[in-house]
């Protein structure tokens, strides 16, 4: 199986920063691209950002210019750094990865990470 783990969540102030962490684990052949979604109460998940192995990288109009997706290929992470935070921002971070496993390398799974809490709040 593969697993996907978060770290970095928190209460800050409007304006402040955060980075986010997620490292994927377990039986993985090779990774095709991880990335970022956010959950608010009562909306849908949506993506927040997501990045290719090549480094492509991918945002969310409405945050664009304050967050950076960035990675480590060797490590299997990726990590989210957030500026200029703001209360719409508040929501549960997932973590997400696109994997072909080592029990199917032919095909590619979408894992999910637990989530993490980001709430901007003064």
């Known amino acids: 199986q593969v697993q996907l783990v978060e770290s970095g969540g928190g209460l800050v102030q409007p304006g402040g920063s955060l980075r986010l962490s997620c490292v994927a684990s377990?039986?993985?052949?090779?990774?095709?691209?991880m990335g970022w979604y956010r959950q608010a109460p009562g909306k849908e998940r949506e993506l927040v950002a997501t990045?290719?192995?090549?480094?492509?990288?991918n945002y969310a109009d409405s945050v664009k210019g304050r967050f950076t997706i960035s990675g480590d290929n060797a490590k299997n992470t990726v990590f989210l750094q957030m500026f200029s935070l703001k209360p719409e921002d508040t929501a549960v971070y997932y973590c997400?990865?696109?994997?072909?496993?080592?029990?199917?390398?032919?095909?590619?799974?979408?894992?999910w990470g637990q989530g993490t809490q980001v709430t901007v709040s003064s």
């Open positions: 997400n990865a696109r994997i072909r496993p080592t029990f199917r390398p032919e095909l590619v799974y979408n894992y």
């Open positions: 990045a290719t192995r090549d480094g492509s990288a």
């Open positions: 377990g039986s993985i052949f090779s990774i095709v691209a």
